[in-house]
């Protein structure tokens, strides 16, 4: 075939391919076409030598398929394996043309013809290194994840002059790595092709199959309760059912210049995690309301709840503050309301202020955005469901409801508004002036109908100061639920048996942050106490053989959604290295008890 004549074939096979959908049985369905494909050992023969070609063509349909190869001299063939050779020196395209049936595909490939004295240099090697985010075995992958390929091609007798990459979700590179996120479910086509100084090309394709689920967005009478993982803190974003939006911690622990993470920042390094918060949140909000957080609620007073800073921080472009966690964020969205559990005096059990440099910053924060954008700092009410309520339209939710559990030794008694004090013994603060404020975190029960989710902050579950056993103060006032999500990040010295027994959830959700949240320990707690299904958000490779099977999830962010009046409610993962929160998984559906 002449090298028009290619062009025509291929012309054909496109304008063919652009009919996308077929009708089988009225139904319109997608048909996929056909991948023409061959592997060539060389592209330069000498004359009269024979070497064996062979189709490795496929539909993605799995269709039956036929082709014909056009050899480039006028000789054709319509067999899956040939013997090439050519008897006279010179160019010639061999191309291999498949169709399934209506659909037709297409590859051709230049063969370089010379006299057996010309031949001097050897066919370049062809290699690369390929790591994927999500991968679930060697030919398919999540969607939304991150795949980076890097070429180590070699040549014996010379050096690679050029590399090509190309894959059918238009990405394409010279460079020697490429990187994409795989954020199109279906077949991933790609190919490599390289060539030495001395003229000779081999090259390589490979597929993938990227798998997913349907996403819906939230809708009126839903509860949305997302678990975002940043990698730096924890972060729990809610949509209650009227479209109220609250912000429960927005941590980032690990400030500029401090030493290296246990985990990179999700989705990538580009941004810092207050702005993937606050991305994340347009991107689950901007179909209903413009973006905004009706309640921003601090559990405690650690870099991994409400940011880290230190004299190598970004200051903030309002106020005279620097940006890390709750402040970047308040910087990025309006924040109507924010909740802690020092305001307005911040000096208990110390002077807070004085006491760390991000509290005194993040007073600042306040302070400005109080005068200047009209938030709104409120001191958390022990024993209170009238606090957080909703406040778009109440009526969508009428079983709705928050109870403000505990905070500052200030227990809710389970009757109506009524709280009672503890007696921390010993004393929160010693002689040398250290302490700890895990066990003054502020603690929630969000209520829809039949459905109950706690999240408790870093409260802990065993006395040992400057730990407290305040999970075991919490047990009577709060009694079965369905989702937890796990205190201290899933730490040992938190989530004890009798807290796990008397909550008895369903489903367990832990923000992890660091390797140390990872333990058998606590996972032993969870099986021998409860049936529930247990979610982390990262967990390293090295723990996968372990502990990774008794997970039902290792990775990602964690949306629990609450329907049917909250009758029902399912987890849907979401994956942390797409910045298009594509959803991979969903577990469910669960009934509310």
């Not at 938030?375 to 957080?388: D, M, N, R, T, V």
Request: hydrophobic residues 35%.
């Amino acid at each position: 075939m002449s090298i028009s004549s290619l062009s025509k074939a291929i012309i054909l096979s496109l304008v063919i391919g652009a009919l996308f959908f077929h009708c089988e049985d009225g139904n319109t369905t997608r048909n996929y076409p056909p991948v023409a494909s061959y592997t060539l050992s060389s592209t330069i023969l000498e004359v009269n030598e024979v070497i064996t070609v062979i189709d490795s063509s496929y539909d993605i349909d799995g269709d039956p398929i036929s082709g014909l190869w056009y050899f480039g001299d006028d000789r054709t063939s319509p067999n899956t394996i040939i013997k090439l050779s050519y008897e006279s020196k010179g160019e010639y395209v061999l191309s291999r043309v498949v169709s399934d049936g209506s659909l037709t595909d297409s590859i051709a490939r230049r063969i370089t013809v010379i006299e057996g004295s010309e031949s001097t240099n050897t066919l370049p090697v062809i290699g690369f290194n390929l790591s994927i985010s999500n991968q679930i075995n060697d030919t398919s992958l999540y969607v939304g994840s991150r795949l980076v390929f890097e070429n180590t091609s070699t040549d014996t007798d010379g050096e690679i002059k050029s590399i090509a990459w190309n894959f059918n979700n238009g990405v394409s590179s010279i460079d020697e790595t490429v990187s994409f996120n795989a954020d199109i479910r279906g077949e991933l086509l790609g190919s490599l092709e390289i060539t030495d100084d001395q003229g000779n090309s081999v090259d390589t394709t490979f597929h993938f199959q990227v798998v997913g689920i349907d996403f819906e967005e939230w809708q009126a009478g839903w509860l949305d309760i997302h678990h975002i993982n940043t990698g730096r803190g924890d972060a729990t974003f809610f949509i209650f059912p009227d479209g109220t939006t609250m912000l429960f911690d927005a941590g980032d622990k690990y400030a500029p210049g401090n030493s290296n993470p246990d985990f990179p920042v999700h989705p990538n390094n580009s941004q810092r995690p207050g702005y993937w918060i606050v991305d994340y949140i347009k991107k689950m909000t901007a179909h209903f309301r413009e973006p905004a957080i009706d309640y921003a609620v601090i559990s405690h007073f650690h870099v991994d709840h409400f940011g880290k800073v230190n004299d190598r921080s970004p200051r903030s472009s309002y106020g005279g503050y620097e940006l890390s966690g709750i402040t970047e964020v308040g910087d990025l969205i309006p924040i109507n309301f924010i909740i802690d559990r020092g305001y307005p005096n911040y000096d208990f059990p110390v002077d807070l202020k004085s006491d760390r440099e991000s509290i005194d910053n993040y007073a600042d924060f306040l302070d400005y955005h109080v005068e200047n954008s009209g938030l709104q700092p409120l001191e958390f009410q022990a024993g209170s469901k009238s606090q957080i309520v909703p406040l778009r339209n109440s009526a969508l939710a009428p079983a709705f409801y928050v109870q403000n559990v505990y905070a500052n030794g200030q227990v809710w008694t389970g009757v109506e508004n009524e709280f009672r004090e503890l007696d921390f013994n010993p004393p929160l603060v010693n002689d040398d002036g250290n302490w700890n404020g895990n066990s003054l975190s502020i603690s929630l029960l969000i209520n829809y109908g039949s459905f109950a989710y706690f999240t408790g902050g870093d409260i802990e579950g065993e006395d040992n100061w400057p730990g407290y056993d305040i999970e075991s103060e919490l047990i009577g006032a709060v009694s079965s639920v369905d989702a937890l999500s796990l205190n201290h990040h899933g730490f040992p010295d938190a989530s004890n048996s009798n807290f796990l027994a008397a909550l008895n959830p369903q489903v367990t959700l832990q923000q992890a942050s660091s390797d140390s949240h990872i333990n058998g320990e606590v996972l032993a707690r969870i099986e021998d106490n409860t049936s529930a299904d247990v979610f982390t958000s990262n967990m390293r490779s090295f723990f996968n053989n372990s502990l990774g099977p008794r997970y039902a999830s290792t990775k990602g962010h964690i949306l629990l959604r609450v329907y049917n009046d909250g009758d029902e409610f399912k987890v849907i993962i979401l994956n942390d290295h797409s910045e298009n929160l594509s959803a991979i998984k969903e577990f469910g559906p669960y009934q509310s008890m």
